[in-house]
């Protein structure tokens, strides 16, 4: 069966950096796009950018936009998020998720999920 399976969160000082990453499994990743997207607690889950089976990135969501770098690597399944100069207001739990077609920003677009990485930023 399908399984994406995020890694590489944690908790860490403002200004800080992480890589997200989402190993993927049971389907031909080379198909499908790949999106990030955040939850925060009391809030609903939020687009933050996707990448194209080919490499073409989403414009990124405003707030991330100059710290946040999607890329992927076919040859290993796996698509990660750099990021850097994190805030506490990127506390979330981040998910990635696979759609196959072309990216899309909607939850209801993307056919599989990961489990979720904690995110923690502190001040």
């Known amino acids: 069966q399908v399984q994406l399976v995020e890694s590489g969160g944690g908790l860490v000082q403002a200004g800080g950096s992480l890589r997200l990453s989402c190993a993927a499994s049971?389907?031909?990743?080379?198909?499908?796009?790949m999106g990030w997207f955040r939850q925060a607690p009391g809030k609903e889950r939020e687009f933050v950018v996707a990448?194209?089976?080919?490499?073409?990135?989403?414009p990124y969501l405003d707030s991330v936009k100059g710290r946040f770098t999607i890329s992927r690597d076919n040859a290993k399944n796996t698509v990660y998020l750099q990021m850097d100069n994190l805030k506490p207001e990127d506390t979330a739990v981040y998910y990635c998720?696979?759609?196959?077609?072309?990216?899309?920003?909607?939850?209801?677009?993307?056919?599989?999920w990961g489990q979720g990485t904690q995110v923690t930023v502190s001040s």
């Open positions: 990448i194209t089976s080919g490499g073409v990135r989403t």
């Open positions: 049971g389907l031909t990743f080379s198909s499908y796009s």
């Open positions: 998720a696979a759609r196959n077609g072309y990216y899309s920003a909607y939850v209801k677009d993307y056919d599989y």
